[in-house]
């Protein structure tokens, strides 16, 4: 094991400026229709006069991009109170299909990713109770500018088909990576069914498909919020009546129903059905293998793009087979053959393509391979095929598949999964411990791939230190690393501030608020390396009776008090010691909450015992699945407090009255 001496790379986390707001920008639109649809004697002026549509086509000209998905939503909510005949409804029936479609094209949430204030973050329910972005998702854990734009998307294609205005395949695909956003199953096939109704079936391409494929199955980070627990197999979801010993079932059923015994928000559920995890939706193996068929019977081109769509689809049901079959064998002629009882991986073979083949394995493939295997455990199988290929193929791995193995290798290495795993068969190729995570993490940094690693990628490895309870090295590492990179973003919060001061900006800009959002997850990170280091060192004896405890906490406390929580918990050979500090404020209160438990369905076993007794099953109609009794609970909950926020022009330092806002500005960065 050996730590990485190099800083944080904070190039992919990097802000976008005014002079480029997205990471993808459409062309510029000097000969586009958009710019003959737009009136020039509109361009000057604050936009007051302006109807819904035209702000929305003059902030699209100028790619004022925080103001474009707005002025969308405000746009379809005057369509969807408006009657046929009214005049926006003809304003919708003259706009060009190619302005329209220029139109979807700037609200699509994966080719503008800037307009999630907090895409690439993976927010989680701790998070939630402690800072503002518990604003920024509902409480399905899923983002709110994400819903709202769903919502919008399904009202604006409702209003085009009553104009009869045609929409072009690419519209379609659009709409379909819209609801994948969103996390909405149900929204994708209405959308990939409606290009079929509205006469479109023969126009849809390969593209098509494998965006279907993508948003329907969640295999696109943005589609399940970042979140890979979201969408990883659990080993309960590989119960087989005939493998599986009653009593192991019935530990792995214990566990599955602890697991949202008590939570509050349903998080990763179904809206329409909250009883169910989203999961148990896409990872049925017989639709996943009904939609491969589908889709080769239309006769459709199956080039690399959508071979790497299924083959991850294919382990979302964890169905080994057709991915080692139908996927690495026929479409690359790649096999690997995995030894069940030491878990030793050999991988070989590799088909030449010639150059240009639309089949031809890319950087895509690659991360392809990760996404698949280690959503199912399988990080060594992943591991030994990822370096393969890029041998084989002479493709560089992206610093994307190298943290996204990481990322999976701590997902594996975690509760439940690991515990889940264990029970349910033990096998060496399945078990994933802090030491994969450690061992990827060498491999990634040294030679000869010395990628450069981010603060997403620290934030694994010093957690993945901590489990493994080399304390000193991920002290080491948050040190010169981590806080580091917190006061980098610290400074350039900092100076942006200032600029917008002497600008006189009037509003919070954009890009301040992102930055601040940036700020307070990384930390809410470090912060949570800090108590899981105390916890951790607390359980251990050797910790508590040397002077780590005793020594190294107190003077960590002292150096990083900002970081941790306000009263601190540690065990020491002594006792248990609490330290209170008064002059550090918690962004958040405890209130006391009576609720009742979210209903949750029991297991197949019960639905068997059910059927024996005579009573009606699954397929007969009336039949309702069994739930488990709802409780009601009393319990301590935590919500963050408002940030404070500053409004209007700076006041003059000598002004005596402008003491206030001077006093709520420095709350407000300090928050």
Known sequence: MSSSSSSIDSSSDALPTSSSPTRTLPPLLQDSSLVSWFPDSTIAGDGADLSPLDRLLRAIQFRDVPRILPYFVEWVKILGESKPFDSVFDELGELPVE??????????????????????????????????????????????????????????????????????????????????????????????????????????????????????????????????????????????????????????????????????????????????????????????????????????????????????????????????GNILWRGFRLRYKEDRKTGQINVWGGKYFRPGNPREPTERFLYAIVETFGSMSRIRAGLKLLVWSSYKWDIPIPHKAWSNMLQWAYVSASKPFRTMRRLHSGEPGFMVSSKDILEVWNIMTQEPFNIQPTFEDYNVFIKALIFHRSYGTAIDVIRNEAVPYYRRLEEEYRNLVEDEILREVTEHTYQRKQIELKKEYVRWSIRNWFVALLDGASSSKMAREKTFMSVQIPDLIAEFGEFFPRAVQYRTAQGRMIITRPEFEENSYVFLQRSLTLPQPLGGKAVESKVAAGQPGPHDPGFEWPQARQLNVQRFVRKPLARPRTSGLAPSLNDASGHEWWATLYQEMKY
């Open 99 to 324: 302005t329209f479609s220029e139109i979807l094209r700037w609200v699509d949430p994966i080719a503008n990713p800037s307009q999630d204030i907090a895409y690439d973050l993976n927010i989680t329910r701790g998070q939630t109770q402690h800072n503002e972005t518990a604003k920024l998702v509902d409480r399905f854990g899923v983002r709110v500018s994400n819903r709202l734009l769903l919502e919008s998307a399904q009202i604006l294609l409702s209003a085009r088909r009553r104009t009869g205005r045609k929409l072009l395949i690419q519209d379609y695909e659009i709409f379909i990576r819209i609801a994948g956003a969103a996390s909405d199953s149900n929204a994708v096939l209405y959308f990939f069914g409606a290009s079929a109704s509205d006469g479109m079936a023969e126009s849809r391409t390969t593209a098509t498909w494998t965006e279907f494929t993508k948003a329907h199955f969640l295999l696109d980070p943005a589609y399940y919020q970042f979140d890979r627990s979201r969408v990883a197999v659990l080993a309960r979801q590989l119960y087989n009546r005939h493998s599986t010993p009653t009593p192991r079932f019935n530990r792995l059923e214990r566990m599955r129903h602890s697991m949202g015994a008590l939570l509050r928000e349903p998080f990763n559920r179904n809206r329409r059905r909250v009883a169910q995890d989203l999961r148990m939706s896409i990872r049925n193996k017989r639709r996943i293998r009904i939609h491969w068929d589908r889709a080769k019977a239309y006769g459709l081109l199956v080039n690399e793009e959508y071979k790497c769509a299924s083959m991850m689809a294919f382990a979302r049901g964890s169905s080994v087979i057709p991915i080692r």
